[in-house]
């Protein structure tokens, strides 16, 4: 078991300045880094593990391109009954081992029927549609401000700079408003259509706790959402399970090869 300061130390020699945070289906980015040193969550202090089924529950910290990375195999969503704190601590723990900038990915669902299962969606903006905030309770000044500023949550810079490397890769890729909901259902028609008319694109079942603890230490963040489904009552006829794991699995091989470009570029 290893304690922060002993976690600085390992990175001491590697100084990682951007961390990914890698969801379900796109483990294939961690496999590419080069020279891995692997850090089990079990095993640093005060970081929970993760429980989902396909979630490593790891770090891989190493090279990727040109660039030193530390990729999150394994995220904490709120429906594993975690406290929403937990995220703001993992992520302020990310801030004091040097990280400046987050990738984020995730699975979602589309609720604009231009937006296809398959295809890859840039957060442009979201709506907590929790109920629950990463920052509620006691505030550290040192870490981060009490009252955070959401306007620039998601940097037009590095959302810039992955586009332009999407367009050279003739991936197709779109932009738009993510909705967060704490899951583990799946939404009803209700939902969905309410969801609709708030203006929200997509909907899933994480990221959002992840931003606002980024925006809160004054990490720079770009996320992504890989479309698996249309959200429920979007279509007539019922999605088939292969179908949606087909598209995700497109959708997350375009992710994937879009990435390690933009470190390969950068
Ligand atoms: N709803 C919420 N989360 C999701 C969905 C969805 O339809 N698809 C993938 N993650």
Known sequence: MINIRQFKKL?????????????????????????????KYSDIQGFPT?????????????TLGKHEVL????????????????????ISSLKQVGI?????????????????????????????????????GENDEKIGPRFVDMTSAYDTEMRKCFKSVATKLKIKTHQGTYIFVTGPNFETPAEIKAF?????DAV???????VISASYCGI???????????????QKQKLS????????????TNLTKLIKAYFMEK
């Not at 993760?50 to 190493?62: D, F, L, Y």
């Not at 609709?196 to 929200?200: E, M």
């Not at 399970?241 to 997350?252: P, V």
């Open 50 to 62: 993760s429980t989902v089924a396909g979630h490593k529950g790891q770090m891989v910290i190493g």
């Open 204 to 210: 899933g079942m994480s990221t959002v706790p992840e």
């Open 11 to 39: 990175l001491l020699n590697r100084h990682p300045h951007c961390a990914i945070i890698l969801g379900s289906g796109l483990g294939a980015v961690a496999d590419s880094i080069k020279k891995p040193l692997v850090i």
């Open 71 to 90: 990729c999150m195999q394994g995220r904490f969503h709120l429906y594993e009954g975690y406290h929403p704190s937990i995220i703001k601590d993992v």
């Open 196 to 200: 609709r008319i708030l203006g929200a």
């Open 220 to 234: 720079k963040t770009v996320a992504m959402s890989v479309i698996t489904n249309f959200g429920a009552g979007m």
């Open 100 to 136: 400046k900038q987050l990738i984020i990915t995730n699975a979602a669902g589309s609720l604009n029927p231009k937006i296809l299962p398959g295809e890859i969606m840039f957060i442009t903006d979201h709506i907590n549609f929790s109920g629950l905030n990463p920052l509620i």
């Open 241 to 252: 399970h292969e179908q949606t794991l087909a598209c995700a699995s497109k959708g997350a």
